[in-house]
């Protein structure tokens, strides 16, 4: 009996030590955690931007049918769509860069109120989306396929095949004006930079939106359309960043 009481003694004596050890080297830790947050920083975000001419174009392109039977809508569709696309490769645009993105057959009807709805048809669609790699032949392409029979324009948008460059130009001015904001602030409050802490990235290239959905409804418009003039102008790239400075006396 007295052994175990010994025993228990020693135990308690031992951790009561271990817990006292622990205290010191959670207050030597609690000084370093929070040496950040002693010293004077500052937060900011600036942007980087470039102009840059785009060099392609994707543009989707569609043909629209109606018929009494709906094999006669598809079929007047097909051989329409296969002309447009036929016509699309001599204007310079490659196979792999025609691709179906939409097909569809709806039956149409007549709705006279307290009448059963008639039908009257069916209408077959179908689209294609094109990349055009060399701007000079956009204009060309559109021509050709709405005098092909394409009767829907469901949009043009412009891009660059690699944004890597133009990004890149855009960080490094996105990284001066970070720097200059920060030395303008440093000197404001009387202070200087002393090192850059933290620094993270937002945002970077993104197409243009496609314009809206153009359609035709009769030669008149189709022709107006085909003379247009298409201009690509310029897409913007802009680099998003932000960054904690560490400032001091």
């Known amino acids: 009996m007295k052994t175990l009481m010994r025993t228990a003694a020693l135990a308690a004596v031992l951790a009561g030590g271990a817990m006292a050890a622990a205290v010191p080297a959670m207050a030597q830790a609690e000084p370093a955690a929070d040496a950040m947050f002693q010293a004077t920083t500052l937060n900011l975000s600036a942007f980087g931007e470039v102009k840059v001419a785009p060099d392609m174009a994707i543009i989707t392109l569609g043909v629209l049918t109606e018929a009494p039977t709906a094999a006669a809508a598809m079929q007047a569709n097909a051989q329409k769509m296969t002309e447009v696309v036929a016509t699309l490769k001599k204007a310079g645009i490659a196979e792999r860069d025609i ?43 559109v021509d050709a396929s709405v005098n092909a029979g394409a009767n829907q324009v469901h949009g043009i948008s412009f891009g660059l095949t ?16 970070l720097s200059d904001k920060a030395a303008l602030y440093a000197q404001a409050t009387g202070h200087r930079v002393q090192r850059l802490v933290t620094l993270s990235e937002g945002g970077g290239y993104a197409p243009t939106p496609p314009m809206p959905v153009m359609r035709f409804k009769n030669e008149a418009m189709m022709a107006d359309a085909a003379s247009s003039p298409v201009s690509p102008g310029e897409l913007r790239v802009r680099i998003d960043i932000s960054g904690m400075y560490e400032l001091g006396r």
Do not use: C, H, M, W
Not at 123 to 139: C, H, M, P, Y
């Open 162 to 177: 690699d944004a890597t460059e133009a990004e890149n130009e855009a960080r490094r001015k996105a990284v001066k004006a």
């Open 99 to 141: 691709q179906t993105s939409n097909l569809n057959l709806n039956p149409q009807y007549v709705y006279v109120q307290n009448e059963q709805p008639k039908l009257t048809g069916y209408q077959a669609s179908n689209q294609v989306t094109i990349t055009v790699r060399d701007l000079k032949k956009l204009g060309a392409a």
